[in-house]
């Protein structure tokens, strides 16, 4: 992924997500710290027995997805929560402030609506989903944080705000956030894919490469931090135009360095590992 898809992945953030609040300005206002916050908390759940995969989009707050291999439904619980200058005020507009989950027969899809014009006041929803582990993931948030944890399935995250977490994920996965850091921990499957781009912040990511996966990183005004097997197979690229190349117990064949860039193979090259940042260093660790 170079530059110039990043900064179409940008505008398709901005612009694509239907989301009740137009624009990439998220769900937060201009309040101050001395706001005044009332909440409530919801919960739902969904029995599944053909679905596929659960998706989420929301606006503020935070988004915590966990897999259970014994769960059989989706669970969706958290709080809703507004501020602003008076209680009697957060307290009114909490109504107009809603978490919908509808069962689309093989989807679960769950969204935050509120109110288009913020007006000084602050909303954010608070999500912690559990769903069973082999259910495909999608995600979009604006302005929050995403963790998901223990999913072993196709994942997909959007977010144009905030940190994304992933720990314990096995299958291919896409990661798109504009400003915020990536951290992940993935392993792929045959053939599997993992992409991860940030256009302000950094990427560290521990991935094992089952055979001939794909590795693409992207990082604009930050630094990539990877970790890999030792035993890995696969053509490597890697380029830093402000920055620092470094691989660490990993032995690069047929190495090509020049100021800026870093190519070879590692192993017998069956998969392939790209990585890019214009302001930051590479670093990739054989462990």
């Known amino acids: 992924m170079n530059r110039n898809k990043v900064f179409t992945l940008v505008m398709l953030i901005c612009l694509c997500l239907p989301f009740t609040y137009g624009g990439c300005s998220g769900g937060g206002s201009s309040g101050g710290d001395d706001q005044v916050y009332v909440e409530e908390p919801f919960y739902f759940e969904v029995a599944v027995e053909n679905h596929d995969r ?69 909303y954010e929803v608070d999500y912690r989903i559990t769903i069973p582990e082999n259910l495909e993931v999608f995600a979009n948030q604006v302005g929050g944080s995403v963790f998901i944890n223990s999913i072993d399935s196709q994942l997909s995250v959007n977010n144009v705000a905030g940190d994304v977490e992933l720990v314990e994920i096995v299958g291919s996965t896409r990661v798109n956030v504009v400003s915020g850091q990536i951290i992940s921990e993935v392993a792929l499957p045959l053939d599997g894919t993992l992409e991860l781009a940030t256009v302000t912040g950094s990427v560290d990511s521990q991935v094992t490469l089952l055979s001939d996966g794909t590795i693409d990183v992207t990082a604009l005004h930050g630094s990539i931090y990877l970790d890999i097997p030792q035993n890995t197979s696969a053509t490597f690229a890697a380029g830093a135009f402000e920055g620092a190349i470094r691989l660490v117990n990993l032995v690069l064949q047929d190495q090509v360095k020049t100021p800026h860039t870093l190519t070879g193979t590692l192993g017998d090259g069956s998969g392939d590992i790209r990585l890019e940042t214009d302001i930051g260093n590479i670093t990739v660790t054989g462990f």
Request: hydrophobic share 35%; charged share 30%.
């Open 54 to 122: 659960l998706r989420i989009q929301a606006i503020g707050g935070s988004i915590e997805i966990t897999g259970n291999p014994a769960a059989d439904s989706v669970t969706i619980e958290g709080e809703r929560r507004v501020g602003s200058d008076s209680k009697s005020d957060a307290a009114a507009y909490l109504t107009e402030l809603e978490v919908e989950v509808t069962d689309l027969g093989t989807e679960v899809f769950v969204e935050t609506i509120q109110p288009r014009l913020a007006r000084g006041r602050n």
